[in-house]
Nanobody, 117 residues
Framework: QVQLVESGGGLVQAGGSLRLSCAAS????????MGWYRQAPGKQRELVAT???????NYAASVKGRFTISRDNAKNTVYLQMNSLKPEDTAVYYC???????????WGQGTQVTVSS
């Protein structure tokens, strides 16, 4: 079973930047989408951005133009570059791997992102 390990979270001031990384423990050769979701205290988990093996990306309206998702298939890694961060971006960010031929998703352990005003 594939495992996902996230890194790159932390504390940053509003307007700053962070880059999250998520590495899969083995090849994700089968067609899939990798992405980032986030969950703020007292709120439901929500989609941030996803990217397919063919580099088709999708963003939540709240982050479009500020966040950029990318992937390196050779390294089985997905990245989330977050710029112009806002306090409302504060949440635990979770990496997700969804194989198109499976109904079961894989999740990372989560990484905290805190944006101070």
């Amino acid at each position: 079973q594939v495992q996902l390990v996230e890194s790159g979270g932390g504390l940053v001031q509003a307007g700053g930047s962070l880059r999250l990384s998520c590495a899969a423990s083995r090849s994700t050769f089968r067609p899939n989408a990798m992405g980032w979701y986030r969950q703020a205290p007292g709120k439901q988990r929500e989609l941030v951005a996803t990217i397919s093996t063919r580099d088709t990306s999708n963003y939540a309206a709240s982050v479009k133009g500020r966040f950029t998702i990318s992937r390196d298939n050779a390294k089985n890694t997905v990245y989330l570059q977050m710029n112009s961060l806002k306090p409302e971006d504060t949440a635990v960010y979770y990496c997700n791997l969804h194989f198109y031929d499976s109904s079961i998703d894989t999740w990372g352990q989560g990484t905290q992102v805190t944006v101070s005003s």
